[in-house]
Every structure is written in structure tokens, then in C-alpha cells.
């Protein structure tokens, strides 16, 4: 008997060489995992295939017809003798494509043309070619209609689907290989177990598993196609959301301590504020009290503009918390960007913020700083108040995840721009809390898979789409050097002219010197898209813009006389800081930096950015880099200067950037171009996607109808007792590594 999980070889026969391949190439192991892969597209067996653009080098799977079969001779170079082809002409809806097939005697071509006459249809697979002004489709690989092995006719050697199924391959497998495995494994399998329960298939109209498996895999119309992968997405949708809904509950089970206030520090902060709050920032403000106040934790993604007042609407939640009694975590992604959110914090509380210390109000709390400069002396008194609850609110890097830190009472845990921490890393902070703390998670523009847990409903969402007073908008233009190089000379006399007006400005290179790029800096794709097999663009040597040599020519040329300064990761804290903060004085025009100014930098007087070689940048890059300029209520400029040719993915995604300032907007265009990470799952990166049929742009409906089917069914059977399928499957994900991160979220 052969069932889903019998070795894949039970249905490859004697073809060892490519069942290795598929087991290799695939990963494909069993049966069941056979049947699981799913074709990627369908071509039409019924009529010749359109054709459109034709590109050299691109892989085409067509139904064509043979028009043309000539056998030919030619000299064969190496030999010296006489040599055959079959030189045929293979027509297309659309430009008609050369084939050859060379062969060693004239018996071996009277083969291959008695295979190929004239009229003769089939579905062809090959590399497109073009050799004196002729289209080629070189090394074809074939299935002919009504044609066996052997050339002979015979019209029942394969059954052609009014669809053939074009799969995901790997090399040395084509797609007919796996169609005749594939149709042998349905012919002898009979039970295809179903895991989604009768009354999900009813309510949501879905078609059982045995149907599907056929629809999928060999349909005969496009419905037939579409009601299998509906189907198949639903399902994945759904054990994704069981998993995701039973660890919210049992994280509520869990409980955690409610932060009502109490104290007189929030109020006391409120009635200083020399400003009105924004009417977002109230109902933000009010959303998160509401979630502080559950016995359960808040597990909440706070999204707002770059400049919104993200920070002051996460200040004053953690204050709450303080009055209630707990400390508060605001955990940074880069020391410049901790020790800016220690200066104006501080600032903004004042006598607050001196908890402990002559002067200090009655109501103040201490906020304390650490970061992996500090010295072991300098943490001594900071780590101190933190484990004896003496300090209410603690900023830092990834220094606070050390386990020497400790808490007093850990009631909230702050992150700051999400995507720079890994899940682990939140999860070392988590852990520090007796029980599990409130979650509140900062960022300007939502990095795919933080999109792809909003989708998931994994986080709550708040929204600030109000800029304060004083904000001013931002222009963006791309500067396409590839179609006008001489437009890079306006760009410096931008610089120039606003310099001219008392005003500062940044460029930004991707590499410090030379090919030496950031510390922990990815690669965003190349102009024209090419990957390595990590995911990261391929770096052309000494051809991107770099901090040193950019900063040495533009002081000998375009900005010769103004006061220009470099910063990146090499350098020294001292010397950083000693930087950011002549540049925070006026000190210098012009700040020549990589992406360590990309969050929480706050000059006011700098209003232009230039974005050298801006292609090499994510989209969410760019939209915190140009949130740096425009902060003081001058209106800001971001040139996005890049070689990439027009039309390019690379050159679509500078054209997103400059078309809106919408985060979510970006996030969409990001989440398109990179695809999911692994939703399930510790990476960070949106390179690989661990879905299988789930998109989760393209199926957000479904989603949304399987989160509601899963809290229905957890709901009526916490334990999934009546639907043990699914239940075995839900097991199975919670088991594997790619779910541990609903541990730690």
C-alpha cells in the first residue's frame, strides 16, 4: 500500500537518478510532501501559447506547433566528418522560436524528424537565445501530443490536461517528470485525509481535500484552479492562526499585573507640557491605557510618521506604569540613538526625571542610561537603582539584555524601531519581568514581517497620522543618473544653496571606505535586482559611494569651503558623539555619514539630505534616513540619487519612496518586492518566506475569515479535540522551530 507517507521512490519507479534529484534539489521526501508541491502556473494545452516580450536568457514553457523540420549537415570541427541536425521552426502565438537537434548518423536525425514533423504539437521548455536576428529556444526539453517515447504515434501515451501544470524544479527534473509522478501518487492513494472539520469546509465553501488535490494538480479549468488554491491557503491560514491564537491565550492565562496609575507623576508630567497633545496622541494615549489596565499583557505596535510624537505618547505610557508602582525599559537599536532618547526624555521631564536627588520634584522618578560603552564602574549605580526599583524608566542598547541587569519590578517593555532586534533579543528582556511585562513596539514604517504579524493580528495596532506643530513636509526626488549624469551637479548646488540660507544638510553613503560597509548593515537589492543565495545584493567592487573618499572629494570639489564632517560605525563613541553634537550646534554644514544617523537623530536646522547610490537602500531605509531632515519646521529635502535604470525594481522602489510619505503605503511596496519572512519564525529578514501558498498582501481576506474560524474553534474545543487532524498539525508547527517566537513575543 502507498500512502502519504510512504518515501517518494514508491512512485518514481526505476528513475533513481531523478527521484535522488527531487529528493536533493526539492526536498520533497514523501509521498505526501510530493503531492504538496504545487504547481506555480498552467498552460494552456488547447492552443498555442502568447507570447509577449521575448528577453535572451529567460526560461519559456510554451504550447507550440512545429512549422518547419529540415535535416541538415555541417562539418563537425572537432572530428572533421560529417554531422547531422534537425533544424526546426516551432510557431507561437507570438514570434516563432529556432530549435536544433544535433545528431551523431543520419538514422539518429530520421529520429529526431520523425518525432518533429511538420504540424506536430507539443509543450515546449528552453532558454531563449537569439543568433543573427532569429528568436532560439536552445537545449528544448519536450512532451509531444500523441507522440511516445520512441516517436511512434500513439495517441493515448499521455493523457494532456486541458491544463498542463508548470512546477517548481530543480535541475536535471522537468515538469513532466514530477505530472507522471504526481498523477501516479493520486491514482494509488486513497485516503487523503482531511484537516479541515465539516463545519469550516460548509461555512467558509471550501472543497474537501480529495478534490482539491485533483483541481490543484490537474484541472480543468481556471475555477477549478482557484477553488483548490483558495482551499489550500485557507488551510495554511488556519492552523497559522490556531497556533497564533492558542499561545495569546495561554499568554493570558499567563496573566500579567495591571498598571493603573496612582502616583502624581503622569499628571504632573501632562499639566508642564508646554503643548497640546494631538487628538491621535489622546486616543493612542487612551488605547494603551486601556491595554495597561488588562491583568493580561499589551502586546501593541505603536506606527506614526517619522516626527509624529511616537516617543511622547511611549513616555507618558511608561509613566503611567511608574506611578503604578513598575519600571519601564526603552530598548534602542543603536547607542546614538539611546543616548539622544536619554537627552530628551530627561529634557522633557525636568525635575521629574531627578528622582532621588536634591531638587528633584516630589512626584520624580530617576531615568537611567546603559549602553556597551559604558564602563563597569559608570553601570555600577545605574544597575543598582534598576534591581532595587529606586530608578522608574531605564533607555539602553542591547546592554539592558545582559543577565547581570536586573529589575525591581520590569512593568513595560518599550522597543524602539522593532526591525534592528531580533525576536531573541526582546525576549532576553521579557524574561527579566516576574511576569510577563506590557509590550510596546515603536516604529516609523513597518518592516515586512512586522506587517506580516499586523496581518496575523499577532499586535494591536495605533496609528498617529497627525504631525505636530512645526513639522514641516518633505519633498522627494529621484535624481536618475543612469538617463541625466550630469543632473548629479544640481544636486550639490542644492547642498550649497541651502547651506547658503544658514541652513545643514546630510549625505549618505552605503560603505565607509572602499567595500567596508556597516556593522550588522544588509545590502538592499542592486539596481538590477540580482541576489546572491543569502538573499544580499551582489556588491560590485569600488563602484558605491563610500563616508571617506565622498567626504575627501567633495571638500576639494562641489562643497569646497564648507565645513564638512564624516560618521560611521568605525569610529570611536567619544568621537561620534563628539559629532552629532557639533552638528546639533551648527558646527558643521555639511554631515557625510552611513546609515547610523538612520533613527532618532534630531537636528532641527537640517533640512536637505542627499542619498548617494539610494538603490542599495530598503524601502524602510529610506524612509527614516529622509525623516531626519524637516524636524524644525523648515521644509525638507531628500534627493534619492541612483544609476538604476528606469523600469527596474530597484528604480520602482525609489519611485514609492518618492511618491508618498504614508508608512504603511511603504511597507506594502516593501512586503511586494522582498516577500514575507518567516511569520513564524526568529528572522528578521524578508528575503525567505516559510508560507507555502499564503500571501500575505494578496490574502489578507482569508486571513482575517481563518482567524475568525480559529477563535470559533478554540472557542467551542480549547484542545481541538473533535477535529484531531488539525489538531496534529497545529502540534506539528507549535513543535518546530519556526514557532518559537510566539514564546518570545
Known amino acids: 500500500m502507498i500512502a502519504l507517507d510512504s518515501p517518494i521512490a514508491t512512485v518514481f519507479g526505476a528513475e533513481t537518478k531523478r527521484r535522488d534529484l527531487v529528493i536533493k534539489g526539492l526536498h520533497l521526501e514523501t509521498v505526501g510532501d510530493l503531492l504538496r508541491h504545487f504547481p506555480r502556473r498552467y498552460v494552456k494545452t488547447g492552443e498555442l501559447t502568447q507570447v509577449d516580450d521575448l528577453e535572451v536568457g529567460q526560461v519559456l514553457t510554451v504550447v507550440g ?102 512546477y517548481p524544479l530543480t535541475k536535471g527534473v522537468e515538469s513532466w517528470d514530477l505530472q507522471r509522478a504526481i498523477t501516479f501518487a493520486r491514482t494509488v492513494i486513497d485516503d487523503v485525509p482531511d484537516l479541515l472539520p465539516l463545519e469550516v469546509r460548509e461555512r467558509y465553501e471550501l472543497i474537501e481535500a480529495r478534490t482539491a488535490l485533483n483541481w490543484v494538480h490537474a484541472p480543468d479549468d481556471y475555477g477549478q484552479v482557484g477553488a483548490a488554491q483558495r482551499r489550500y491557503r485557507f488551510e495554511e491560514a488556519l492552523v497559522t492562526q490556531v497556533v497564533l491564537g492558542r499561545r495569546r491565550r495561554a499568554l493570558r492565562a499567563q496573566g500579567a499585573q495591571a498598571r493603573t496609575g496612582g502616583g502624581g507623576l503622569l499628571a504632573a508630567f501632562d499639566e508642564r507640557l508646554p503643548f497640546e497633545l494631538t487628538a491621535g496622541q489622546r486616543v493612542v494615549g487612551a488605547e494603551i491605557e486601556a491595554d495597561l489596565a488588562q491583568a493580561h499583557p499589551m502586546n501593541r505596535l505603536l506606527q506614526g510618521e517619522v516626527g509624529s510624537g511616537k516617543t511622547l505618547v511611549a513616555l507618558r505610557a511608561m509613566l503611567r506604569v511608574v506611578d503604578s508602582g513598575g519600571q519601564a525599559a526603552l530598548l534602542a537599536p543603536t547607542e546614538v540613538l539611546a543616548q539622544q532618547h536619554h537627552r530628551s526624555i530627561t529634557a522633557m521631564l525636568g525635575d521629574l526625571a531627578s528622582g532621588g536627588m536634591l531638587g528633584g520634584a516630589a512626584e520624580a522618578t530617576a531615568v537611567e542610561l546603559l549602553t556597551g560603552s559604558m564602563t563597569k564602574t559608570q553601570r555600577t549605580a545605574p544597575m543598582s537603582r534598576l534591581a532595587s526599583g529606586e530608578a522608574g524608566i531605564v533607555i539602553g542598547t542591547h546592554a539592558l539584555l545582559e543577565d547581570k541587569v536586573q529589575f525591581a519590578d520590569l512593568g513595560l517593555v518599550v522597543v524602539d524601531e522593532q526591525h534592528r532586534f531580533g525576536v531573541e533579543q526582546r525576549a532576553a528582556l521579557t524574561d527579566k519581568a516576574g511576569s510577563p511585562p506590557h509590550v510596546l513596539v515603536m516604529t516609523a514604517t513597518p518592516i515586512p514581517r512586522t506587517v506580516a504579524m499586523t496581518v496575523f493580528g499577532d499586535l494591536e495596532t495605533s496609528v498617529l497620522t497627525e504631525l505636530p506643530a512645526g513639522r514641516a513636509p518633505i519633498q522627494s526626488n529621484v535624481v536618475p543618473l543612469a538617463e541625466h549624469p550630469s543632473w548629479v551637479n544640481r544636486v550639490w548646488e542644492r547642498v550649497r544653496e541651502e547651506v547658503a540660507k544658514g541652513h545643514q544638510a546630510y549625505v549618505v553613503c552605503p560603505r565607509i571606505s572602499g567595500d567596508e560597509q556597516e556593522a550588522g548593515e544588509r545590502d538592499a537589492q542592486s539596481s538590477d ?22 567626504a575627501s572629494d567633495l571638500a576639494d570639489g562641489a562643497l569646497q569651503g564648507l565645513r564638512i564632517a564624516v560618521l560611521h560605525g568605525r569610529l570611536a563613541a567619544d568621537v561620534k558623539d563628539q559629532t552629532m553634537r557639533a552638528f546639533a550646534a551648527g558646527e558643521i554644514d555639511v554631515l557625510v555619514s552611513t546609515t547610523v544617523i538612520e533613527v532618532g537623530v534630531d537636528v532641527a536646522n537640517a533640512t536637505a539630505m542627499v542619498l548617494l547610490d539610494a538603490d542599495r537602500f530598503g524601502v524602510s531605509q529610506l524612509h527614516q534616513l529622509r525623516g531626519r531632515v524637516g524636524r524644525g519646521g523648515l521644509p525638507g529635502l531628500c534627493l534619492l540619487v541612483s544609476r538604476a535604470d528606469a523600469g527596474t525594481p530597484a528604480r520602482e522602489r525609489l519611485d514609492a519612496v518618492a511618491a508618498t510619505t504614508d508608512g504603511f503605503e511603504l511597507s506594502r511596496v516593501d512586503l511586494e518586492q522582498r516577500r514575507e519572512g518567516d511569520v513564524l519564525g526568529a528572522s528578521q529578514s524578508g528575503f525567505r518566506s516559510s508560507l507555502q501558498s499564503l500571501r500575505v498582501l494578496r490574502d489578507e481576506k482569508t486571513i482575517l475569515a481563518a482567524r475568525e474560524a480559529a477563535n470559533a474553534l478554540l472557542d467551542d474545543d480549547p484542545d481541538l479535540a473533535g477535529a484531531p487532524l488539525l489538531a496534529a498539525e497545529v502540534a506539528r508547527l507549535e513543535a518546530s522551530a519556526r514557532s518559537e517566537f510566539l514564546d518570545k513575543s
Open 65 to 166: 506547433q512545429i512549422v518547419k523540420s529540415d535535416i541538415n549537415t555541417y562539418r563537425d570541427r572537432r572530428t572533421g566528418q560529417t554531422a547531422y541536425r534537425l533544424d526546426a521552426v516551432l510557431s507561437t502565438d507570438g514570434p516563432s522560436l529556432r530549435m536544433s537537434f544535433f545528431a551523431k548518423n543520419k538514422g539518429t536525425a530520421g529520429w529526431h524528424a520523425k518525432r518533429l514533423p511538420v504540424g506536430r504539437r507539443g509543450i515546449f521548455v528552453g532558454q531563449v537565445g537569439s543568433f543573427q536576428g532569429n528568436w532560439q529556444l536552445t537545449n528544448p526539453q519536450l512532451t509531444l501530443f500523441g507522440v511516445d517515447e520512441d516517436g511512434t504515434e500513439d495517441e493515448t501515451e499521455i493523457d494532456i490536461p486541458a491544463l498542463f501544470p508548470v
Open 529 to 550: 535586482g540580482d541576489l546572491d543565495a543569502d538573499g544580499k545584493a551582489k556588491v560590485v567592487p569600488g563602484a558605491l559611494a563610500a563616508v571617506e573618499e565622498m
